[in-house]
């Protein structure tokens, strides 16, 4: 192996520990005091880095919190595809993939609705942004499979019909008025209004 590229792997293995201690540091912050209550400074002082080293990786706590989240939501959705493959019924099927996403976006209420927010209003050119809205579409794609297993559901049905979904369960989440439902609430309501949506 040349010098150059044995610095060029110090380099990016460097880079990558930074990102990892300020992924733990902005995650165990935000979960304690909640998106709002966090500085940047607060950040990069747990990160052991400075400031702006850190707005080197995020330029804002909104970024931040993405590259926090996005992970968290991408186990949640594959959770639930797995969850979904098991069970035949298209509602129930539905509902298991929503479910994780659901439980997700409840851990810490606040920043769960701060991510939805940065996911729909930030700039979807940015990495993080760019990722959240892959991971939606991730989701309604799953959603539309499962939608696809009854036959009175044309395809292009199925992509409109979870693009829906996607949307019922995002204003769910989102609604003030839901702040203090459970994941269970937030689930049967998301549930009411799919199965209202479904062929007959």
Known sequence: MSVASQSVGRRERNKQEKLDRIVAAASELFAEHGVDEVTTQQIADKADIGTGTLFLY?????????????????????????????????LDAVLAIVRP????????????????REMV?????????GAALAIVAQTEEAVAAVLRRDERVAEGDAATLAHI???????????GVNI????????????RQVDVLLPR
């Open 58 to 90: 995020a330029k804002t706590k909104g970024e931040l919190l993405l590259l926090v989240q996005n992970a968290k939501y991408v186990e949640a959705l594959e959770q639930g595809r797995a969850d979904a493959e098991a069970i035949p019924g298209v």
């Open 101 to 116: 996403i659901v439980e997700c976006n409840r851990i810490q209420i606040d920043n769960g609705r701060t991510y939805l």
């Open 121 to 129: 209003f930030g700039d979807p050119e940015e990495p993080r942004h």
């Open 165 to 175: 979904v996607s949307a019922v369960m995002f204003l769910s989440m989102a609604a």
């Open 180 to 191: 203090a439902l459970s994941v269970e609430e937030i689930v049967q309501d998301i549930r």
